[in-house]
């Protein structure tokens, strides 16, 4: 196998493990996560060897033509940007497969736990490789509908389905926003494929739609990242099992947004609009982030608020645009990945073994758990910005980007300590406070966990401490590729242990002493953010609740409104649809200019257009239904004689059998039904249905008129009288058709035929069973009867 089929199996292998997932699970129990780890294990061995050619600056495509008229094609990049992605999705995704192995050990469906997983895991893949616009948006909505299903997966619980609909209305709402994006961008550069779109930023940027691009793009990516006010389905999806959580906040879901404000700086960059409106709403969700974080007590709740700070302060990064910005937010990505999933680990290992996760309600945890405490130790040495850990490195060139002494550098400085001071008082939080002081007692007696548990903490946590000390070689085959993409210019990261000596140091050095201060008033700080926030009441996340609550009473209304359940509603709005089809576009684009045409008819034929009319006037100045309903297949057999009259004679036959049927069947069906012989109504409410008649009538005829002075165009006719006998061994072209080229068709034609007509037997058969009772004086079949 080429490289090519190489890495589109890599793609699909972990959609190809959901299918067997299940079985594994049910023949390994728990075990089967050592197999099912072998998947992103070799998907990350796998692209980890494209690394060295990467650095070299050199991207990888390749894929598939999917539809060629389009230019659409299944095709992937892989460069610094989607390469490191992919790394830490696969990576990390092995870690959390044989973390779930452990965490959910004897549940009834952790094979299903399984699929779920492994099918978001290639959603995530398929999203950060895609350079097709439209795989992109494939795999982008597949990420929401997958997440779904995992942050629903405990869905007897009523929190967790609202949990997992929240989330699939907000991120699958944002994915309609990126499809127009992604629309608009087609639009204006010619191109469907990332590759070919990163050269044309100064196109895009020059365009007028640049705006509506850029606007629906930050739609699509501030839902995904969960950016504020879009930032409360993240908090909420704490709900699922505490794997999910891991994976979600370190490597996938919550970054896709990310990824795409990476992926399109090239493009959209630069501009003033993104450089105002990415570091505004990345530092709000900073701040509040933070701030909601110091509020709970949840372990889950407490990181997942600070998940939602980081990507505020990646955002931010992203479109800062001065030196520095894109290293760091390459250099603070990868840190988070590695402590963040350490830290959720570590807090459903607490939740596990002791069955709480209320920080209040734990202490003296070290001895007990003492491998935990030292994995909690180190993630959060990381998060809080402090050496020996990668996460100093991150922190440091953090404030290399904002140590100018310009104003906006300023204001957003100080908003950067104070978020990042408030993460670092939640990074101990998290790490100390459930592990020192004295043993507190438990609902679960507290010991340490299994291997599958411990394990990919502990792998993540020793990767930040490894990726610092041997930052040289990591920054060569890893963050400066990614840097360089982002930026869409070489770019070189060379930050190691030693620090930016002066204004960085500085701010570091503030945040720090700022950060303990929280840490050691933190009860306080938590009772004043929780005050604040009775105050205020209102948040986003209880108005989410009350526009579901007033889109449902919308739609209660409307339905009340359109399906009233009087067939003569239903066929005056369908009416009026037509006829404002048929009508309002031709006046609209100035379609009615008709050129003047005077066909010379014969008399036979003008005679019988007459009769046509006659019968038409019958049916209008009709005393009763019964002489309408007669008088209603005038037309249908002046139609049928002219069908005759143009050799179409089967045709012909067909108008003639469905002339006649349709005036035998209403007339049978008046004599059963309790109508007046005539209609009664006033003119002024027959008198809308003459004019929606009337402009049905006009408007088909306008149409009809405006497409025979078009010229005719004989391919199609050509086709079927050159391939009817050739192909489909028949002589009559018009039987071909529809028993052949359109076979299909007919074929659901006649099915739905048959499902009406019995659906029509069954109700004649009820009510004939139910009068027979009526008959037997059954007094139950009686009131059915009625």
Request: proline letters at 5%; hydrophobic letters at 55%; one cysteine or more.
């Amino acid at each position: 196998m080429n490289v090519t089929d190489l890495t589109f199996l890599a793609l699909c292998l972990p959609f190809l493990g959901a299918l067997f997932a299940p079985l594994l699970t049910r023949m390994l129990g728990h075990n089967a996560a050592w197999v099912l780890a072998l998947i992103p294990a070799a998907i990350f061995v796998h692209f980890a060897g494209f690394t060295a050619e990467i650095a070299q600056g050199t991207p990888i495509t390749g894929g598939y033509t999917w539809v060629p008229s389009f230019n659409v094609r299944f095709s992937w990049l892989i460069d610094g940007l989607s390469l490191s992605f992919i790394l830490l999705i696969s990576g990390i995704g092995a870690l959390i497969v044989l973390y779930a192995g452990g965490y959910l050990k004897g549940h009834a469906h952790q094979g299903r736990f399984f699929s779920f997983l492994l099918m978001f895991m290639g959603s995530m893949l398929g999203l950060v490789a895609s350079d097709s616009f439209l795989m992109l948006f494939v795999f982008w909505e597949l990420t929401s509908i997958t997440s779904f299903l995992l942050i629903g997966f405990d869905h007897h619980r009523e929190a967790a389905r609202r949990a997992a609909f929240q989330a699939l209305v907000v991120t699958g709402g944002g994915g309609l926003f990126l499809l127009a994006g992604l629309i608009v961008l087609w639009n204006i550069s010619g191109v469907t494929q990332f590759s070919a779109l990163m050269s044309l930023g100064p196109m895009v940027k020059a365009s007028p739609l640049y705006l509506a691009a850029l606007v629906l793009v930050l739609g699509g990516a501030f839902t995904k990242s969960a950016q504020f006010p879009f930032h409360f389905w993240l908090p909420n999806a704490m709900e699922a099992p505490t794997p999910v959580s891991a994976y979600l906040h370190s490597a996938t879901m919550v970054k896709a947004g990310v990824y795409l404000l990476m992926r399109l700086n090239p493009v959209l960059g630069d501009t003033p609009e993104w450089q105002l409106i990415l570091p505004v709403f990345g530092a709000a969700t900073l701040v509040i982030g933070a701030l909601l974080a110091v509020r709970q007590t949840d372990l889950k709740l407490m990181l997942a608020y600070t998940t939602m700070s980081s990507l505020g302060l990646l955002v931010m990064l992203t479109g800062f645009g001065v030196p520095y910005a894109i290293e760091a937010a390459v250099l603070y990505l990868v840190a988070h990945s590695l402590f963040k999933g350490a830290l959720f680990m570590v807090a459903g290992i607490i939740d596990h073994e002791t069955g709480t996760r209320d920080v209040t309600r734990l202490g003296g945890l070290r001895t007990a758990m003492p491998l935990t405490f030292a994995i909690a130790l180190a993630a959060a040495i990381s998060m809080g910005g402090l050496p020996p850990f990668f996460g100093f490195l991150a922190k440091e060139e953090v404030y290399a980007a904002l140590s100018s002494s310009d104003p906006r550098s300023i204001v957003f400085a100080v908003l950067v300590i104070i978020g990042n001071a408030l993460m670092f008082a939640i990074a101990f939080a998290v790490a100390l406070k459930p592990f020192s002081g004295k043993l507190v007692a438990t609902p679960k007696h507290p010991h340490e966990a299994p291997v599958l548990l411990w394990l990919g903490p502990a792998v993540l946590a020793l990767a930040g401490l490894v990726a610092a000390v041997l930052s040289a070689a990591g920054h060569a085959l890893i963050s400066t590729p990614m840097a360089s993409a982002i930026a869409g210019e070489p770019r070189v990261i060379t930050i190691s242990l030693v620090p930016h000596i002066g204004v960085p140091l500085a701010l570091s050095g503030i945040t720090g002493v700022i950060g303990i201060a929280l840490y050691l008033g933190l009860a306080r700080v938590r009772a004043g953010v929780a005050s604040v926030l009775a105050w205020i009441g209102w948040g986003p996340d209880r108005g989410f609740d009350q526009a579901i609550r007033g889109l449902v009473r919308f739609s209660f209304a409307v339905t009340r409104r359109l399906q009233n359940g009087r067939l003569d509603s239903y066929m005056t709005m369908t009416f009026t649809a037509i006829a404002a089809v048929l009508l309002v576009p031709p006046f609209v684009f100035g379609e009615l200019a008709l050129a003047p045409v005077f066909p010379s008819i014969p008399l036979h034929e003008l005679a019988i257009m007459v009769i046509a009319v006659i019968g038409l006037f019958a049916v209008v100045l009709a005393k009763d239904r019964l002489t309408a309903i007669v008088s209603l297949g005038i037309q249908g057999f002046s139609v049928a004689v002219i069908f005759l009259l143009y050799g179409a004679p089967d045709l012909a036959f067909t108008q003639f059998m469905i002339e006649t049927l349709a005036v035998v069947i209403l007339a049978l069906v008046m004599t059963r039904l309790r109508l007046s012989p005539s209609d009664h109504r006033p003119f002024r409410e027959t008198l809308p249905d003459a004019a929606i008649a009337i402009a049905c009538g006009l408007g088909a005829g306008l149409l009809l008129l405006k497409v025979t002075q078009v010229p005719f165009d004989t391919a199609l006719s050509d086709f079927f009288a050159q391939y009817s006998k050739t192909i489909a061994h028949g002589a009559n072209i018009v039987n071909v058709i529809i028993v052949d080229f359109r076979g299909t068709d007919t074929l659901g034609e006649i099915a739905v035929v048959m499902i009406a007509g019995l659906a029509i037997l069954s109700l004649v058969r009820l009510r004939a069973g139910s009068m027979r009772r009526i008959a037997d004086n059954d007094p139950d079949a009686e009131e059915a009867g009625r």
